[in-house]
């Protein structure tokens, strides 16, 4: 039952069905012109063997020979395409001695509610045998239209069609897509900009649109303008659509277009992934001073070797026979690669950049994940979108239960071994994520089954609160909490730490869980 929690599966279901068998079962209507009788040879259904054909499916199929060089086509029923799927089209055809100049066997496939059909495909004239065509329809489509058309002359010439199906499967949730952004100042005086895009959420959700600005080339887009100045199709609840616009009033705040800054329109629809979990933001206190920690979406589980490998290509562990089992003999620079590929790989803005080498690890130098000191060049932008490790504080707070806290020794529990694998009870290995109890915000093993990395550097917790803390600012060793298989109950409370270089893996103990922020 886990593995399919953690994995999930999405099954195909036919829409839209033309077998030409006269059964409840072809649902598809469609009209033929000419209609079927009106051909002197044949124009229509049968189960006859015309040409060498039989029916690719069941008995019936669509037959056509000796069409007088007349065209004649059938027009299907217009489908309209609910959001949150993915739609294919497939069928299959049968020519045979399509020889003349202008014989043609095609077929054309729209997506839109109108009358033109421009897109014609020619298939193979002389297949001799059922050929199969598909077709992925478009995403953001809300139409389907389908055109068969023939055209030739001869008894012994043929053009059928057979097994006309629409199917779709549910997307799984995805983030919504922002593309065609443009954005112009007016030459008026005014000084108002004018931000041109377009819109698309998978789901049909509706999404909540920011806007923000980079005067950095890009590093970060940290400038947002008070919505005050924003109008048009900015803000909560927008559907999907094209030509979207919003207006700025950039004069207001003494911005002015003059090439120095870019601009990002973001969209937002709820969507996390499944596995991850709201932790609302709050303050508590990390036994030194009080935090404040804005809220964020954190995985409720560690990260499983099949994970890891499908992002990274290979896995290190080495309890590599445990089922959905947490991957182990990671280092710090590890999970820095990892959430960089991970993000780029779901069309998210990487958070992590090496130096000056960019997001893109495989732009970074050779040896940057090999000298223990090269972690300092690593930095982090908090406003991107993608996968990112937690800071000490934000993993606190999350173990803690966040808002929910009942203020445990251990993530979710007075007693360690309700919550944890650890030294007393993990048999010296790990075990399958998610099988203790979680804790209040349901997330599991934050307290045993491995160690989890941080983004922090360690060094002593500063006094005086604190708002959204990264850690300290030098030092050579990054913090790792949480306690694993054979640690003791002690090194697996939710106030011990732990710290190693970037480099360690820690043998079968060092692993990791990402966090996203939230909009």
């Not at 495989?362 to 223990?372: E, F, H, K, L, V």
């Not at 640690?487 to 079968?508: K, L, M, P």
């Amino acid at each position: 039952m886990l593995f399919i929690l953690l994995c999930g599966f999405a099954f195909a279901e036919t829409i839209a069905l033309q077998s030409f068998e006269n059964s409840a079962n072809d649902t598809w209507t469609y009209t033929a012109n000419p209609s079927p009788d009106s051909k002197r040879i044949w124009w229509g259904p049968t189960s006859e063997n015309m040409g060498g054909a039989t029916a690719y499916h069941e008995s019936c199929y669509w037959a056509g020979c000796d069409l007088d060089n007349v065209e004649s086509i059938l027009t299907f029923s217009t489908l309209s395409l609910q959001a949150g799927y993915t739609y294919n089209l497939s069928f299959y055809y049968f020519t045979k001695s399509l020889t003349a100049a202008d014989d043609y066997c095609r077929y054309s496939v729209e997506y839109d509610n109108g009358t033109n059909w421009v897109n014609w495909v020619t298939v193979d004239n002389n297949s001799n045998a059922w050929t199969a065509v598909s077709v992925d329809i478009p995403s953001g489509s809300n139409y389907l239209r389908l055109r068969l058309s023939s055209k030739f002359d001869g008894t012994s010439k043929y053009a059928h069609w057979d097994y006309l199906k629409v199917e779709r499967t549910p997307i799984p949730n995805a983030a919504p897509e922002v593309t065609n952004v443009m954005v112009s100042q007016r030459t008026d005086g005014s000084k108002i900009v004018d931000i041109y895009y377009d819109l698309f959420d998978a789901e049909g959700d509706l999404c909540d649109i920011t806007f923000k600005l980079s005067d950095n080339n890009g590093a970060y887009y940290n400038i947002i303008p008070s919505p005050a100045n924003l109008s048009g199709d900015f803000g909560d609840d927008l559907p999907s659509g094209t030509g979207k616009h919003i207006v700025w009033d950039a004069g207001a705040e003494n911005f002015s277009l003059d090439g120095s800054y870019l601009y990002r329109v973001y969209a937002y629809d709820g969507f996390m992934h499944e596995n991850f979990v709201l932790v609302e933001g709050g303050t508590f206190n990390n036994g030194t001073s009080d935090v404040t920690i804005s809220s964020f979406y954190i995985d409720k589980y560690e990260l499983t070797q099949a994970g890891y490998q499908a992002v990274m290509s290979t896995n290190p562990s080495n309890f590599t026979g445990v089922t959905n089992g947490p991957v182990e003999q990671v280092s710090w620079f590890n999970a820095i690669e990892y959430c960089n590929r991970r993000s780029m790989q779901e069309d998210l803005n990487p958070c992590y950049s090496y130096g000056t080498y960019g997001t893109d690890p495989d732009a970074w130098p050779s040896g940057w994940n090999i000298n223990r000191e090269n972690h300092i060049n690593v930095s982090c932008n908090w406003t991107a979108n993608g996968y990112r490790l937690p800071t000490e504080m934000e993993w606190q707070f999350a173990a803690r239960g966040g808002n929910q806290s009942h203020g445990y020794t251990y993530s979710g529990s007075n007693t360690v071994g309700d919550v944890a694998w650890y030294y007393s009870n993990s048999g010296s290995t790990t075990h399958t994520v998610g099988t203790k109890a979680a804790n209040e915000l349901g997330i599991f093993d934050m307290t045993g089954n491995v160690c989890e990395w941080v983004w922090d550097i360690y060094g002593d917790y500063p006094s005086g609160a604190q708002t959204d803390p990264h850690g300290a600012t030098s030092g050579s060793y990054r913090v790792v909490r949480g306690g694993s298989w054979n640690y003791s109950g002690y090194h697996c409370t939710v106030y011990y730490r732990d710290n190693y270089s970037a480099t360690i893996t820690g043998g079968d103990t060092l692993g990791f869980r990402c966090i996203r922020i939230f909009p």
